[in-house]
């Protein structure tokens, strides 16, 4: 990943963004894809637990809550 590749934990709550690559291999990729995070789907990032993680997001009109580390896996543009 280079310094210009933005990932889901970057985008900040109330701002919408497209998937464009999943990272990771095996079970965590299988876990975000199931969640219906797949290359191309819109996602609105809603709201961030008061410490942080997790956070909460609408994909494919699904409220979704997953931890930083996996939005780490999204590289969204």
């Known amino acids: 990943m280079t310094d210009q590749e933005k990932t889901l934990r970057d985008v900040p709550i ?8 999943l990272m990771g291999e ?9 969640m219906g ?3 191309g ?6 709201k961030v637990a008061p410490l942080g993680d997790p ?6 009109g699904t ?12 590289l969204v543009d």
């Open 14 to 21: 109330g701002q919408s963004a497209t998937v464009r690559r």
């Open 41 to 46: 789907a819109q996602v609105q990032v809603r």
């Open 37 to 39: 995070l797949t290359k």
């Open 26 to 34: 095996g079970e965590l990729k299988r876990r975000i894809m199931n």
């Open 55 to 60: 956070i909460e997001i609408t994909v494919r």
């Open 63 to 74: 409220e979704v809550s997953l931890r930083k580390t996996e939005a780490e896996h999204v």
